[in-house]
Every structure is written in C-alpha cells, then in structure tokens.
C-alpha cells in the first residue's frame, strides 16, 4: 500500500508506512523538546486547557464539513478536509504563540492535552463528520495515532529523562530535521496528485485557505467573548485556527489508500498555516507585550 509518485517519467511507490516514520520523528522531536511543565498547566489551568480544547474540536471539525458540503468537494477531499478540521494542534502553534507575544505556557498545554486526546477523538470525529460517504477505520485511525504519534512522543520524553546530556545536543538540532520531514511529507502528497491537482485544484486550496482563516478568527472571537486576557485571546487564536496537518496526510495515506487526494488538504494546509501564522504573530506582536498566564 503506497503512493505512487512519477519522478523523472518513471513511477516510484511511496509506501504509506515511510510517511508514519516521518511523521513519528517529528513527533519524537515534540517529545524531546516536553519538559512536566507542559503537562503542570494542565492541572494549574484546566478551565482555560478544556475551553481551548474543546474549541478546537468543535470549530475546527465543523468547519471542515460545512466548507467541504458549501464548495461541493468529492469524498475523496472531503475525508481530507475533516482529517484536518479533526486533528491536534501541533507544536508550529506554540512558535506561533511565542512570536505573537501571545499565552505560551496555555498554548503548549493546549497542544499538549489535544494531541493525549487525539487518538480517541479523532477517529470518533472523522467517523461521524466523512463515515457516511467513506469507510472509515476508527479501531484502526486510533492504533495508527497511538503508534505514529503518543508512542514517539513517549520515547522522546524517556530518552530525555535517561540521556540527559546527549538529548541536550541533539533537541537543538531537532527542529530543522522536523521542518525537513514536514517539507519530505508534503512533497510526497503533492508530486504523488500532481496530475488531479492540476486539473481541479482550486476548489481544495480555497477551501484550506478559508478553514484555516475561519479557525482564527472564530477563534478569537470565542476568546473575546469570553473575555480572557490580550494574551490568552491569542494563544486560543492560533491554538483553534492551526493544526498537525502533517498528522492529518499521514492518516490519509495510512488509512485512506482507496482515496489518494485525501492527503492533499493536509499537505496544503501544511505549508500554508504557517504563512498566514508568520502574518498573524506580526499582526499579534504589535498590540502587548508577551505574557505566560
């Protein structure tokens, strides 16, 4: 089971497993980077971590099939777009956050307890938003998130607990080898549907863009109308309206063969949440300064 990708006029199969592996030492590198008190503000903070929370797999879902039935996506995008819309925040929110001057110690947490979540509502949400079009392995969606995702994370924070000196020298590194696997999973997606792409792209990239916009926004608009702090209001901004969309194609090549473009809404939204999340901190940075609580 892969994908196939034609390089050079000559078909070469992708394996869905390698873009797991990628996808598992992004992760890894999440791991090595968590310290306890990533975890501490989930406890000290737990309203704060289950309204960000809860935003965001309410908005973001929702916004994922009411755009996908508006734009008349087929099945195969559909699945794609509420992977995405289903999916954790990953840890491009917390740079974001920071930049931002935005609640750091929220934005971690949030990211944090979305992504212990996600193997159980991600499946369940993905099953209930695209099961009625696509099949959809919940059991299988919820095996394939513990292994790709929970079990590297895992290691990278028992690696750091053991080999403390030598995860010092290596955690530096990590975020370039992350951005280099992200870039390696969205090539992967996009050379493997450039044909489909070119024929009928349009509509998919429109949608990412407005799912992505919406999610900010209504995001911050939730936190204002829950009148929580300059910093708070935009750490729940772009907790809501960003998401590990790499997570997201590497569910669709792992569990939605059948369907090669569900992997695209993921890689595009990949790359375009963190332009629109560099305008969005410049934007942030401008109106306070930054603040943990």
């Given at each position: 089971?892969?994908?196939?990708?034609?390089?050079?006029?000559?078909?070469?199969?992708?394996?869905?497993?390698?873009?797991?592996?990628?996808?598992?030492?992004?992760?890894?590198?999440?791991?090595?980077?968590?310290?306890?008190?990533?975890?501490?503000?989930?406890?000290?903070?737990?309203?704060?971590?289950?309204?960000?929370?809860?935003?965001?797999?309410?908005?973001?879902?929702?916004?994922?099939?009411?755009?996908?039935?508006?734009?008349?996506?087929?099945?195969?995008?559909?699945?794609?777009?509420?992977?995405?819309?289903?999916?954790?925040?990953?840890?491009?929110?917390?740079?974001?956050?920071?930049?931002?001057?935005?609640d750091l110690a929220?934005?971690?947490?949030?990211?944090?307890?979305?992504?212990m979540l996600a193997?159980?509502?991600?499946?369940?949400?993905?099953?209930?938003?695209?099961?009625?079009?696509?099949?959809?392995?919940?059991?299988?969606?919820?095996?394939?998130?513990?292994?790709?995702?929970?079990?590297?994370?895992?290691?990278?924070?028992?690696?750091?607990?053991?080999?403390?000196?030598?995860?010092?020298?290596?955690?530096?590194?990590?975020?370039?080898?992350?951005?280099?696997?992200?870039?390696?999973?969205?090539?992967?997606?996009?050379?493997?549907?450039?044909?489909?792409?070119?024929?009928?792209?349009?509509?998919?990239?429109?949608?990412?863009?407005?799912?992505?916009?919406?999610?900010?926004?209504?995001?911050?608009?939730?936190?204002?109308?829950?009148?929580?702090?300059?910093?708070?209001?935009?750490?729940?901004?772009?907790?809501?309206?960003?998401?590990?969309?790499?997570?997201?194609?590497?569910?669709?090549?792992?569990?939605?063969?059948?369907?090669?473009?569900?992997?695209?809404?993921?890689?595009?939204?990949?790359?375009?949440?963190?332009?629109?999340?560099?305008?969005?901190?410049?934007?942030?940075?401008?109106?306070?300064?930054?603040?943990?609580?």
């Open positions: 089971m892969g994908l196939s990708l034609s390089l050079a006029a000559s078909p070469i199969a992708v394996p869905a497993w390698f873009v797991s592996v990628l996808l598992g030492v992004v992760m890894f590198g999440m791991g090595l980077a968590t310290t306890l008190e990533d975890f501490k503000v989930v406890l000290a903070r737990p309203i704060d971590i289950f309204v960000g929370c809860a935003a965001q797999f309410t908005i973001m879902p929702g916004l994922a099939w009411g755009l996908s039935r508006l734009f008349g996506l087929d099945d195969a995008l559909t699945v794609g777009v509420v992977l995405v819309g289903c999916c954790p925040g990953g840890t491009a929110s917390n740079v974001v956050t920071y930049m931002a001057k935005g929220l934005s971690v947490g949030m990211t944090a307890m979305s992504t193997p159980f509502l991600t499946p369940i949400l993905t099953l209930l938003l695209a099961g009625q079009s696509v099949d959809v392995d919940a059991l299988g969606m919820f095996v394939g998130i513990l292994w790709v995702v929970l079990l590297p994370i895992v290691l990278g924070i028992v690696a750091k607990r053991l080999f403390p000196a030598l995860t010092e020298r290596v955690v530096r590194f990590m975020p370039m080898v992350s951005s280099v696997a992200i870039a390696v999973i969205i090539g992967i997606v996009l050379l493997a549907n450039a044909d489909r792409l070119a024929s009928g792209g349009i509509s998919v990239v429109l949608v990412v863009l407005l799912h992505n916009l919406l999610g900010l926004l209504l995001g911050y608009m939730l936190a204002t109308a829950l009148r929580l702090s300059g910093p708070k209001r935009k750490a729940l901004c772009i907790e809501v309206g960003m998401q590990n969309s790499g997570l997201a194609a590497s569910l669709a090549a792992a569990h939605f063969a059948a369907y090669p473009m569900a992997a695209v809404p993921g890689a595009i939204f990949s790359v375009w949440h963190n332009i629109s999340g560099a305008l969005v901190a410049r934007l942030f940075a401008s109106r306070g300064p930054r603040c943990g609580s």
